[in-house]
């Protein structure tokens, strides 16, 4: 399983020493049968998505990360954005990541909806 960290607003890729998590840590799991090029994760109350929490990684089908974030973020509400390898975007918004300990996004071909099922 990979693992991501975030910062106070921006997510990035934890090089160096491991920071001490966050209340808002949560896996994020993709099982919408399509590549996940891209991860945003930002505070509700931002107009920015900062960057890409994958950096240069994806998210194939059936994998999972782990997003973890500085222990100092003090917000719980976030919205997140997913893009897939074909440019398509799905965006959920005010999850209560301290309440949540995983989101799972699905995809249904038939009906072309894209949902997220959170624990």
């Not at 949560?26 to 900062?50: H, K, M």
């Not at 929490?53 to 990360?65: S, Y």
Request: hydrophobic share 45%; glycine share 6%.
């Amino acid at each position: 399983m990979k693992t991501l960290a975030a910062g106070l607003t921006a997510l990035f890729v934890l090089a160096a020493a491991p920071a001490m998590a966050g209340d808002q840590d949560f896996t994020l799991t993709n099982a919408t049968g399509y590549t996940i090029e891209q991860v945003y994760v930002a505070p509700s109350r931002s107009d920015n998505w900062e960057e890409d929490v994958m950096g240069a990684d994806v998210l194939a089908d059936g994998e999972a990360v782990d997003i973890v974030f500085d222990a100092a973020e003090g917000a719980c509400s976030f919205d997140l954005k997913v893009v897939y390898d074909d440019g398509e975007e799905a965006v959920w918004s005010r999850l209560d990541l301290c309440t949540i300990s995983s989101v799972a996004i699905s995809y249904d071909r038939a009906s072309g909806r894209t949902w997220a099922e959170t624990e």
